[in-house]
């Protein structure tokens, strides 16, 4: 019984590192709003500005996963609101691809999590981020263990 | 005959693919003998372990150590050949990246020995018998090397002075590499990758390309593809925009989709995340835009059941490099 509780206190204990990429246009206007109104959200996100979320190369979310990462965020415009026409489909996209690749390296899909959140959405944005971190919280650390 | 520079080729974990690469440079191969002593290479000459054992430190001018390292016996080697040679050049995919064999490292030790010795409808192995590293029998101890949980590339063990990507490297890059070293031209940087093309298999394949919106991936057996428009566009997954050239495109000649064997082009870059960041700017994204947001998920996944396996097709040759290099357990 020890052992499950001592188990018990380190998932409780655990804070995870998320590294948040979001566009510039909404994403990003979207989660100033939530500071501007004092919005309480985890800290745990680390946000990554990105001018357009086709901009996030898959190395991106690879190399933060092999940095320690224990999770990943890609937030993007809503379709038909990029401001690049349509980079937000292309991430789309490769973040289903990314899920298949992550699924077989063996990691679980909700590390990698993509959504729209537009510029006025900062309720949208507290909820995302509160939900994430605490599904990664439930998972535990990654402990991605690379041959360098 | 002494004092030509002496060669040697290795295989760790590999076919000998690399071996028939050396052989298919044909007459060549005599001018490679009339300036180089081939002093070893298992697969074609009969000098010994103990021969390289007596040899001074650095007394090799070049070894060509193909294939992947998966067990102690290919580190043992590795360390033993670094040791005697001035230049060590990682010569094949599987050397230079881990190859097919890191495949491998989808799985874990457990589970490839459960499916080779033990649990496997054509295996008759009654007392479940596995390779041990030490077997005590009347005479004494018989010795086996340890098979690894992982398999690595050759860099990951040793100090690597150049690399020459390929499965196998192209023989006539071979040669092309050979004459670096009998000219009095300055050697590359170390670290260069030698016998390769300068950007992308892309680059040097002869098919006309226009602009991709690929809508349904086939399998190199569905479809015959035109001899003159791009694989990619039409529905095959060819590698070749994520890998390095130097091969002059001789697979989409032969009308089939580059397998990306060249490794991904110098720099650094991963292979399979490049590979799923060009795919994502060429699948057609006409349809998402007449659906609903939450529907765009289901489209896209319906385009990609046609990969059947997605890490294992993007990081055939390259999985030992990539920024994730094995299952986590």
């Known amino acids: 019984m020890n052992t499950t509780e001592n188990q018990g206190m380190l998932i409780n204990s655990f804070e995870p590192k998320i590294v948040g990429f979001l566009c510039n246009w909404c994403s990003y206007a979207g989660a100033d709003k939530a500071g501007a109104t004092q919005a309480q959200y985890p800290p745990n996100v680390n946000i990554v500005k990105v001018m357009c979320s086709g901009r996030v190369d898959p190395q991106f979310v690879l190399k933060s996963f092999q940095e320690g990462a224990d999770g990943v965020m890609i937030l993007a415009c809503h379709p038909g609101d990029c401001h690049y026409k349509e980079g937000n489909y292309r991430a789309a996209q490769r973040y289903q691809m990314l899920k298949v690749l992550l699924t077989q390296f063996g990691i679980e899909q909700e590390r990698c999590f993509f959504d729209y959140v537009s510029a006025g959405e900062s309720d949208k944005f507290v909820q995302l ?7 990664i919280k439930e998972l535990g650390p990654l402990n991605l263990k690379v041959t360098v | 005959m002494g004092n030509k520079p002496k060669i040697a080729m ?9 071996e028939v690469s050396l052989a298919n440079v044909h007459e060549a191969l005599l001018i490679i003998d009339a300036n180089f002593e081939f002093v070893f290479c298992p697969c074609l000459v009969d000098t010994k372990y103990t021969d390289i054992e007596n040899m001074a430190e650095g007394e090799i001018l070049i070894t060509f150590y193909n294939g992947a390292l998966r067990n102690s016996e ?8 670094r040791k005697k040679s001035k230049i060590i050049i990682a010569y094949g995919a599987c050397s230079k990246d881990g190859g097919i064999p890191a495949l491998a490292n989808f799985h874990s030790k457990e589970e490839i020995y459960n499916t080779i010795y033990l649990n496997n409808p054509s295996i008759d192995n009654p007392y479940s018998v596995i390779p041990k590293t030490v077997t005590t029998v009347e005479e004494g101890d018989l010795y086996l090397p340890e098979f690894w949980d992982t398999v690595k590339s050759l860099d990951q063990v040793i100090d690597v002075d150049y690399y020459m990507p390929g499965c196998p490297p192209e023989p006539h890059q071979l040669v092309k590499v050979l004459n670096i070293f009998l000219s009095d031209e300055p050697l590359p940087p170390k670290g260069s990758y030698l016998g390769v093309g300068k950007t992308t298999v892309c680059e040097e394949c ?23 428009t791009c694989l990619l566009e039409q529905g095959l997954l060819c590698m070749g925009l994520a890998t390095c050239g130097g091969c002059g495109g001789a697979c989409p000649e032969a009308n089939m989709p580059c397998t990306g064997c060249y490794g991904a082009p110098q720099g650094g870059s991963d292979q399979g995340a490049k590979m799923i960041s060009a795919l994502g700017s060429v699948i057609d994204i006409a349809p998402l835009k007449e659906l609903p947001e939450s529907e765009i998920p289901n489209y896209i996944d319906a385009i990609l059941k046609d990969i059947p396996d997605l890490a294992g097709t993007f990081y055939k040759y390259s999985l030992a490099k990539s920024l994730v290099n094995r299952r986590v357990k």
Not at chain 2, 10 to 18: F, I, P, R
Request: aromatic share 10%; hydrophobic share 35%; glycine share 6%.
């Open chain 2, 74 to 81: 290919n580190e043992q080697m590795a360390h033993l050949l």
């Open chain 2, 10 to 18: 290795y295989w760790g974990s590999a076919c000998g693919g690399c």
């Open chain 2, 206 to 228: 002869r098919r006309v390309k226009t602009d991709k919106k690929i809508t349904k991936f086939y399998r190199n057996w569905q479809i015959i593809p035109d001899a003159t």
């Open chain 1, 129 to 135: 981020i509160t939900q994430t971190v605490a599904k």
